[in-house]
């Protein structure tokens, strides 16, 4: 199942370059399972095609206020009501100018003006345009009417200048929307989390290291945004991109993910340790290059600092919860890293199914007892996880 399996949008579309991009949006969309209803406005279809956007929502496309297939020939009403929201991108500076007045001259604007359903707008315009005392005042009486206001970023733009007004990327609206529909019940809280592998140097190019591609910490922090929380991620080497809102702080060793973490557990309420910390570094690391030999070489090993335990060891430690990742006894592990760390919570996966793939089967451990999650994408198990988490942090 998708993650906007059963949510219904209303995808307008104005006459902007930027366009092109709805397409994306909107296949993006459609692949999570949400159901779109595409509104072209007249100068919308100057730049795309409504045969486009047909094909990818799979619903015809409407562009017209008298379009006879409503019932009482009624689209502003009878589009508007089933649906959760409805986005605008790209909203020009004209539709944005004809909402703040309440203007209802075509079927975008009537469907925004008689609409009981949130709406958001992706601005996309010339920097001139954008910054003009009279857009200005328009995005001012929007926000204040309730409307949401998506961007615009700033960088190159289709007229050759450089500035702001570019609308946001297909990826950056999704990940809006998708915030937007989720319940919030972490809304306040403070989480703290470590996520990826640490690196331990042995010299300049090489190192000591566990396999750990980081997606199931970096899909956790995306579904902690979601339920509203603020995230700091303190995150070891991967090749992820950093999910919208989250701050992270980028490491390298487990002794740096510590000192990241010392920092700022003070303000968190809860930590999550989801990071593959090498047990062990060398007890130097070179500065320069080791020279190839031929004899056998000794590598000295130390032991890293548990930064979990560390954590829930202090006088007045946040909501722990830890990570386990094993080949076998999964149970016994889990268990026993509960007890032995004194955690609230831990999840556990068998590294056969876990490791650096897009899937994750785990099982919850608490003080209530074992909770299996079904095997699932990364993402709803995230989800999954921060739905229990959630409520052990709301029954306490
Ligand atoms: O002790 P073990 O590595 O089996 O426990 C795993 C859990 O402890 C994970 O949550 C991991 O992030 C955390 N951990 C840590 N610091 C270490 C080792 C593990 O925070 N040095």
Same mark, same amino acid.
């Given at each position: 199942m998708g993650e906007l399996q059963g949510r219904k949008f209303i995808l307008g579309i104005t006459g902007g370059v930027a366009a092109y991009k709805s397409a994306e949006l909107l296949r993006l969309l459609v692949k999570a399972g949400a159901e779109v209803q595409v509104v072209l406005t007249e100068a919308g279809a100057r730049f795309? !095609?409504?045969?486009?956007?047909? *094909?990818?929502? &799979?619903?015809?496309?409407? !562009?017209?206020?008298?379009?006879?297939? @409503?019932?009482?020939?009624?689209?502003? $009403?009878?589009?508007?009501?089933?649906?959760?929201?409805?986005?605008? @991108?790209?909203? !020009?500076?004209? =539709?944005?100018?004809?909402?703040?007045?309440?203007?209802?001259?075509?079927?975008? !604007?009537?469907?925004?003006? *008689?609409?009981?359903?949130?709406?958001?707008?992706?601005?996309?315009?010339?920097?001139?345009?954008?910054?003009?005392?009279?857009?200005?005042?328009? $995005?001012?009486?929007?926000?204040?009417?309730?409307?949401? $206001?998506?961007?615009? @970023?700033?960088?190159?733009?289709?007229c050759g200048e450089v500035g702001m007004g570019r609308m946001l990327e297909?990826?950056?609206?999704?990940?809006?929307?998708?915030?937007?529909?989720?319940?919030?019940?972490?809304? &306040?809280?403070?989480?703290?989390?470590?996520?990826?592998?640490? =690196?331990?140097? $042995?010299?300049?190019?090489?190192?000591?290291?566990?396999?750990?591609?980081?997606?199931?910490?970096?899909?956790?922090?995306? *579904?902690?945004?979601?339920?509203?929380?603020?995230?700091?991620?303190?995150?070891?080497?991967?090749?992820?991109?950093?999910?919208?809102?989250?701050?992270?702080?980028?490491?390298?060793?487990?002794l740096e993910m510590r000192a990241a973490v010392m920092d700022h557990v003070d303000r968190a309420e809860v930590f999550i340790a989801v990071a593959a910390v090498a047990d062990y570094r060398p007890r130097e690391s070179q500065t320069h290059k080791l020279k190839k030999s031929g004899d056998a070489l000794q590598l000295e090993l130390v032991p890293n600092p548990d930064i979990l335990a560390e954590v829930a060891a202090r006088p007045q430690p946040p909501f722990c919860v830890g990570f386990a990742a094993e080949s076998r006894d999964l149970d016994r592990y889990a268990l026993h890293k509960l007890e032995a760390k004194r955690l609230q919570m831990v999840v556990g996966n068998l590294v056969q199914i876990g490791l650096g793939g897009d899937d994750n089967e785990v099982v919850i451990y608490d003080r209530a007892g074992r909770h299996p999650l079904a095997r699932d994408d990364k993402h709803r198990v995230a989800a999954a996880i921060v739905a229990h988490l959630a409520a052990a942090l709301a029954a306490r």
């Amino acid at each position: 199942m998708g993650e906007l399996q059963g949510r219904k949008f209303i995808l307008g579309i104005t006459g902007g370059v930027a366009a092109y991009k709805s397409a994306e949006l909107l296949r993006l969309l459609v692949k999570a399972g949400a159901e779109v209803q595409v509104v072209l406005t007249e100068a919308g279809a100057r730049f795309v !095609t409504a045969v486009t956007y047909q *094909a990818l929502s &799979g619903r015809p496309v409407w !562009t017209d206020l008298w379009d006879p297939r @409503a019932d009482n020939n009624m689209a502003h $009403i009878e589009l508007g009501r089933e649906a959760d929201a409805i986005l605008v @991108a790209p909203a !020009t500076a004209d =539709f944005i100018a004809r909402v703040a007045n309440g203007l209802a001259n075509d079927l975008l !604007t009537t469907l925004c003006l *008689a609409r009981e359903l949130p709406l958001l707008l992706a601005p996309a315009m010339n920097r001139q345009m954008w910054e003009n005392p009279a857009t200005r005042r328009n $995005i001012d009486s929007v926000v204040a009417d309730g409307v949401g $206001i998506l961007g615009p @970023a700033a960088g190159d733009q289709a007229c050759g200048e450089v500035g702001m007004g570019r609308m946001l990327e297909a990826e950056e609206l999704y990940e809006a929307l998708v915030t937007f529909v989720q319940p919030k019940p972490l809304a &306040g809280r403070r989480v703290l989390m470590t996520a990826g592998p640490t =690196f331990e140097a $042995i010299d300049p190019v090489r190192g000591v290291t566990n396999l750990s591609s980081g997606k199931m910490g970096y899909a956790l922090a995306r *579904a902690l945004i979601h339920a509203g929380a603020t995230v700091d991620l303190v995150s070891g080497p991967v090749a992820l991109p950093v999910p919208a809102g989250v701050a992270c702080i980028a490491v390298r060793s487990a002794l740096e993910m510590r000192a990241a973490v010392m920092d700022h557990v003070d303000r968190a309420e809860v930590f999550i340790a989801v990071a593959a910390v090498a047990d062990y570094r060398p007890r130097e690391s070179q500065t320069h290059k080791l020279k190839k030999s031929g004899d056998a070489l000794q590598l000295e090993l130390v032991p890293n600092p548990d930064i979990l335990a560390e954590v829930a060891a202090r006088p007045q430690p946040p909501f722990c919860v830890g990570f386990a990742a094993e080949s076998r006894d999964l149970d016994r592990y889990a268990l026993h890293k509960l007890e032995a760390k004194r955690l609230q919570m831990v999840v556990g996966n068998l590294v056969q199914i876990g490791l650096g793939g897009d899937d994750n089967e785990v099982v919850i451990y608490d003080r209530a007892g074992r909770h299996p999650l079904a095997r699932d994408d990364k993402h709803r198990v995230a989800a999954a996880i921060v739905a229990h988490l959630a409520a052990a942090l709301a029954a306490r």
